[in-house]
Every structure is written in structure tokens, then in C-alpha cells.
């Protein structure tokens, strides 16, 4: 059985003293063995050793579980963002470096106790949506090892389903915090851009990054957010929200926005559009009045990230390495990020002015409805069938995630089932969006459609985010991961 | 003497049925035509005749002057503003269309009853502070016809001096708006960005263009404003302002930003350095706080739109022209346009960031101030010695503009003084600067400033911002006005 690690379940066992964070990374240690020993998932670019783990346990000694809202709370950390001491490649060796500190959302999560335990796996610079885009080689996903993790957050999103992590970061430009969470069967927060600062953070497109978390459940990504939110001085994009005004999530009747039938796209997915629509009935069961959503705009925006100046931002952020040494790249990386070199700035603009145009044309959609929902992504594909075909597969998958950052959103991905055989009973969920600032309300509505739609989080067979009262599911335990749950 | 075309005094005589608008088109009309034959000073690309005068004020008959605020007020429009049925030009002949529509300002103007007079002289494309780089001719000073206007909205500006206008309409991106209000001793409102609808209007830099006023006073100036503002579905980038909260221009007391001394420059000004203590010691006796400022880094974002790509927007809004026939441009206009197509993508980003940066360094300052007073110009320089260094005076005049669109701040900029003999006792003012959507408390405090600080208006004898109980200014009348006063 697979480590339950979720936060209340370890602060439970921490606060009545039956563990230490030295016997948890202990734990987790031989875990993490034995996940090696039973499938090589290429998971870690560079996981801490026991001793590492063990001197960040060390330090929690003598204080205050309650002093410390994350303490003894394992964590992964994308290998895009800074952890003192460790290198960062970014999945791309030539260009690691050893940072003297932390980033400021790990330096945050390690002042409030929490543990970092590695350095993940990810599409190199963070440019895919796959997880195969790396040296390192191509990360498998948690449920079924054919299947692509999902990226670019690779390994931090298997890290946690697999229970070697409570808890991880991600970033998120284009789907890269939620598209993982779903091939996972975990919660994906993509916060309000600007939310959790991107100091010590690689950029990818720095005017519309942000950091992401994978969690087990809604309220684990709250906490998490919690302890490290908030305006930091190194990073002007960064931003601090005020109260939210109406909580839509916590009340007993919301309007949830859903695309028009012509606006849903499941790439051949046999099984889309069931999932999509027991989603829909799931949140209507909460007190939801679903309200139709012409999702052209959205669309439109998301072509442009695709199609537009956005890729010279990755240009620019490794701009003096790519034009030293651009054999350094990963030859699908390198052909996307060195489109960005050719876009003029005329161009830039005359992108800029369309999204501006967009942007008008979705606001009012926003008068009518308290969120957006979407499927988080159209299906789930095998790692050969992405090596076989990878732009056009990759872009599949951000077909519902590109445009919420450009739009200046908030979005969190849920998982609400599981599919057939035909589909190897892959996981499946939507995503919540709302306006920036909202973040709260999704995670509310998210906890309880949660705790309504699937029995277990990510491929442990554990159930932590059942709530007191929740209805529980009648459905059958997914034959698809019973293999999987031996595992380790 | 010229006429006092004021808004108040206009209504006045309207309402008291002393006067037509067919009068006064009548009377302007016999006004425009002296001051033709006294000098020429190349306002005007295109007036309109008489009898289209005349057909506007038909168009009000029978109309009640109580309805309509802006009943019978004749203004003068720049020529990138469409009014319907007049070719606009850009002072490009090659350029010339004839829209079969008016601007969405100019309709909203109109609909409230102001009469259009002509489309005025400007800078080719609104690319200058100078008002010379046009094939109409080098536009003259309404108070020294030596002098340059001032640009790009140079005919906007000398229209409403010489009381051939009661206001009229500039563009005002890196302070088109401000510059020749200051060098015509007008006020100059540069709304914030969005506040007046660009629709109909040919763009400069789209996403840091404002549509800009030139009045007599600052009550006429917000009576324009309050008659044109408001979101356009046609703009994307127009917004509509809500209520600004404390009215620090209305308050008893109040705190101003003074750049240090350190930061002030005057380009060889000798009269500068008194004419700005000038207007800070009005500001005190008004009740304010001078807070000393550090001016560099809103210096460093009036380098950035110099330097940056920013000039992309203007290749980018006359694109197909310019790549059609670039010969058809004034050599100077081309030079700096074509600038914008060598400028890349990742720049343009590395800019944004940049600004993105600045615009942080500046935020704390607006926790310590209501508003930010800067001299509009250094100095006034002769159209000669323009035309002999065409393109570092003009980056001179806008040391103290450029940054406030980009920082997405209002201003106002308010006549304060004449300079001395030396300087051809040539008109000298200060800009209030404010974040947006603080226009009205702008307003408010430069009609107490305007009216305490100069005893006449434009290059008219006319003095109609006096407030009663004002403080008579004890001055003399300024010696070299006097020559101008007594043409037309």
C-alpha cells in the first residue's frame, strides 16, 4: 500500500506525536526505493538523498507542530525552480547551475515546515505538455506506465500520485499545472498569475507564468497556497489579492458556464463526452445552474499563444544560452523556443492588440456566470503515440488550458472519474476558471465536487478527501488501477 | 481682441438668447479669416467652409441649449481624427481618406452639441513634440510666431490660443497633449488611457494612445471630458472610471511630488528653475505638502519608450502604408517609424519586463502623494532651431511626459507663468500627475492653480478661469503678449 501523505492525515499523526518527520522521510525513503525498484518512471532529475531529507527534519526539531502550518509536509519541487544547494537544469544538463538559495515560494513553504524531497522531472525549459521532452527521458504517468504523465510538471505530479510527495510545484504558462493533474488523478491549482512569485523560478513566458501546486486534494492545495502566497520584491508580476466577495464555491446555488456542444472537442476520446457531462451533473447536483458559453473568444486566445509572440518570452529566457550553445536543447524544444528569434515586434504588438480584443469580447461572460468549466484535457495519449506525433498531440492536450493564463484567470483541476477499457481506465476531470482572485472559491467548489466524483486520490488506493456528510460513491473501485495499487 | 470663446461664456450668451450658434460660426468664421491674412501660422490642414460650419449649427435649431451641454461650442479636431465626410490626412497627404463616420469622441461631442470647425496641423502620424515635421508646414506659436506649437498636436493647440476654438481634440501617447498646451499657455488634459474612446482615431502606440483636450480652463476642459468619456464596444482598450475617492483637488490640504533637485532639467532654460519654485510655492499657498520624489525610475520608463519598442506600434498602425510607399513619408517621420520593424519579439518582451520592474519602483511613491507635479517642458525653443536639430530638442520637450502613459497615469498640464525676456516671455507650466482614474480631482486642483497663477488665457487678453474670490495675480500683463494681442 502506498504512503497516505495527505497533509491533515500526517499534521494528525504529528500533533498526537506517533510520527516525526525523521520517521516519515524514513518512510518515505523506502518508498521511494521501492517505487524505483518496481518501475523505472523516470520521475527524478534529482532526488535528495536520505540524509538531505533528513537534516531539513532535523531542523523541525524542538519546534511546534502547531507553530508550523506545513510541518513535516514532504514536498517535490519542478526542477525549473530553485532549491539552495541542489542544481537546476531545467531538463537540460548543459545548462544547470547550483543556486545558493531558494526560490521564494520554497524558502515560504520551508519556514512554515514543510520538506523538499527532490527535483522533478519536466518538458525541458518547461515547454510541452507531455512529459517526454527530456533527457532525463519520458516521465510515465502514475496510473498506467504506457501513458505520458502529462507535463510539463512531469514528475511533480507522479511524485505526489504515486505518495512520495504530499504535495508539489509545478509551473503553469499553458496547461502545464492541470493537464498532469488530470493523468494523475490529483488537484492541479494554477493560481492567479502573480500569485505565488516566481523569484528563483526559470521563466518560460515570464509575463504570463505562474507557479503551480499538485495536491491530493482541494484543501491540500489551500493550505499550500496559503503558506506561500503573497507579493515578493524580486518579482514585479507578482501580486497580493485582497477578499474575494461572494464565495460561489461554499454556497448552496452557483452559475457554472458550460461550452456550447460545439465547442467541446475530445480528439476521438470515446469517452469525452460521458465524463464531461456526469461533471456537469455532479456540479449541478451541488447547486449549480449550468449556463451556456459560446467558448470561441477562449479559443481564439488560445490559438494566439500558440501562434503568437509568446514563444519569443522563451526565447528571451535563455537567451544567451540558446545562441551559445543551441545543440544543447532537446531537438523538439529547440525547433519550438527558436520560432521566437523571427517574430518582429510590429508583430508582438499587433498580438498584443488582438488579445486586448479578446479579452472584451469574454468579458461579459463573466457578468453571467460565477465560473468557467471545461475538461481539463480532451483525452490521454500513450507515450509512443506522442513520440510518434509530438506537436500536434501536445497541442491536443492544451486545447481547454492555453488561454486562462493569457485571459488573467484563476483555474484549478479536478479529478470526476475514470474511463473505460478502450481508454485503460485513464483518469479523467475538469477544470474550474475564474477571473484572478478568485482562487478560494474554485478550491471550495473543488473540494466538493471532489469529494463527490472518485473514491481515491492519485494511484493510491487512499480516500483523504472525504469530507464528513460527502455522499459516497456507489461506483465500483476503477479495475484499471488495481494493478497499479500493488505497487510499493 | 480675439474672442472669448469659453464654454461658460458661450452658454451664457446662449441661454440668455443674446446669441446663435449661427452668430458665432459667423463671427468665428470673420475671426479665422483675419488671423489668416494677419500671419500664416499653418494651423489647419482642412477648415471647414462656412456654410459647413453653418450646417452643424442648423442642426441645432429648435434645440434647447438646456439639454445639450455643450450646445453651439465650437471645436477645432486633429487631423488622425475622423470627422465624417472630411479627408483625414495624418499630415500624410498620400495617406488621405475620406471616413464616412466620425470618431466615436467626435460623434459624442457633436451629439452633445459642439460644432466642428476644421481638422487640424500636427505632427506627420502624431510622431513629434514639435509640431515642424509636417508637409503643411512647420505650425506657428499662437504666443510668438517664432517659436515652435509644439506637437504633435500643434494646429489643435494654436486654434484654441487664438480663440479660433472654444477646445479642441489632440492624441497625446508620449505628450503630444501636454507640450503644446504649455508652449500656448492652455490646459492640457491628457485623460487616462482608455477614458476617450480611440475609434476613428489612426493609432500612434494603440496600446498607450489617449485622446487629449485642450481648453481655456480646466472647468472646460472637464466639461469635454465629461460629454466624450466612457467605454466603446468599437475599443478595446477604452474603459469607463469609476468614482475616484478622495478629491485631493477639491481638499484643503493635500500632498504633491517634487522631483529633487538632482532630477530637474531644464536644457539651458534660465528662466526654469524660478518658474517651477513658482508653481510649487502656489501649490503650498493652496494648501499642499511638497514630498520630495525620486524621479529616476519614471525617467527610466521615458527612456524605455525612446529606446524601447514601443515605436513598433507606429510602424505597426501604418504598416501596409509604409511598406507601399515609404517615400510617401516626411524623412524624418520615416527615419523613426522604420525603426520599428528591426526590433524583435524577445526585446519587445525584455522591455515589458523592464516596465513591468519600473512600474514597481514607482508604486510606492503614489502611497506617499495624491498627485506628482513635474515642469511639462523644459524649456521653448524657436522653430529654427528645431529645424537644425530636429530630433534631440524634440526628445528634450518630452523629458517629463514620456513616462506617464506608460505608467498608465492621468495628467493635466496647467499654464503657471511667462517666462522672461530671454526667452521671449514665452509661457511656462507644470503637469499634475496622477494614477488613472483620478481626472476630475486633477481638474479641480489645476482650475485652483490656473486661476491663482496666470491672469490670461491662450494668446487671448481673456481671462475666464478667474473663480471669484480667486487671488488677483498682481503681475503685469506680460510685455511680449502684447504684440500678438492686437492681430486679428
Redesign the interface.
Known sequence: MRLDLSIPHLRAAYLDGTLTPAQLITQLHAAMLAEDAALQRNIWIRRLTLDEMLAYASALEGRDPHSLPLYGIPFAIKDNIDLAGIPTTAACPDYAYTPEVSAVVVQRLIAAGAIPVGKTNLDQFATGLVGVRSPFGACRNSIHPDYVSGGSSAGSAVSVGLGLASFSLGTDTAGSGRVPAMLNNLVGLKPSCGRLPTTGVIPAC??IDAVSVFALTAGDAAAVLAAAQGED?GD??SRSFGPYGHNFGAANSFRFGVPRAQDLEFHGNPDGPAQFASAVQHLIDLGGTPVSVDLSPFRAVATLLYEG?WV??R??AI?AFIEKSPGSLHPVTRAITEK??A????????A??KL??M??LTRPVWDGIDLLVTPTASTAYKIAEVEADPIRLNSNLGHYTNFVNLLDLAAVAVPTGFMGESMDHMPWGITLVAPAGQDLPLLDLAARLHARAVPIVGATRHAPHRLPGATPDTKPFPSGLVQVAVCG
Do not use: V
Open positions: 515570464r509575463s520584491a514585479s508580476y509572440p519569443a518570452e526565447y528571451q537567451r521566437g528569434i517574430i518582429t515586434a510590429p508583430d508582438t504588438f499587433a498584443l492588440y486586448k480584443d479579452e472584451r
